[in-house]
Nanobody
Framework: QVQLVESGGGLVQPGGSLRLSCAYSALAVSVHAMNWYRQAPGKEREWVASILNPSGLKNYAVSVKGRFTISRDPSKSTWYLQMNSLKPEDTAVYFC?????????WGQGTQVTVSS
């Protein structure tokens, strides 16, 4: 059973930083990507960043490229999203996701609020 648990969200001022973590109980069979998504109030969930498995190739949405960094620490069964230079428009619930060829696994989400 794959379980994902996000942590690290909170309230931060514009220009600040946060690091989100996603702890996983197991890697799903045939997982091909570990992702971060976000959903702002009244908007659809949008993809933010990915690490492809097993290549380790990283990809980012245009809106966060250069500010956010996705990484993974297999020894801790965790992947991360380092968020710098945060903007009010980054305010959302952030979800981690393991994507396989047959299904997706999701965490419960963690709230990030960027406000002065």
């Amino acid at each position: 059973q794959v379980q994902l648990v996000e942590s690290g969200g909170g309230l931060v001022q514009p220009g600040g930083s946060l690091r989100l973590s996603c702890a996983y109980s197991a890697l799903a069979v045939s997982v091909h990507a570990m992702n971060w998504y976000r959903q702002a109030p009244g908007k659809e969930r949008e993809w933010v960043a990915s690490i492809l498995n097993p290549s380790g190739l990283k990809n980012y949405a245009v809106s966060v490229k250069g500010r956010f960094t996705i990484s993974r620490d297999p020894s801790k069964s965790t992947w991360y999203l380092q968020m710098n230079s945060l903007k009010p428009e980054d305010t959302a619930v952030y979800f981690c996701n393991q994507a396989t060829y047959s299904r997706n696994y999701w965490g419960q989400g963690t709230q990030v609020t960027v406000s002065s």
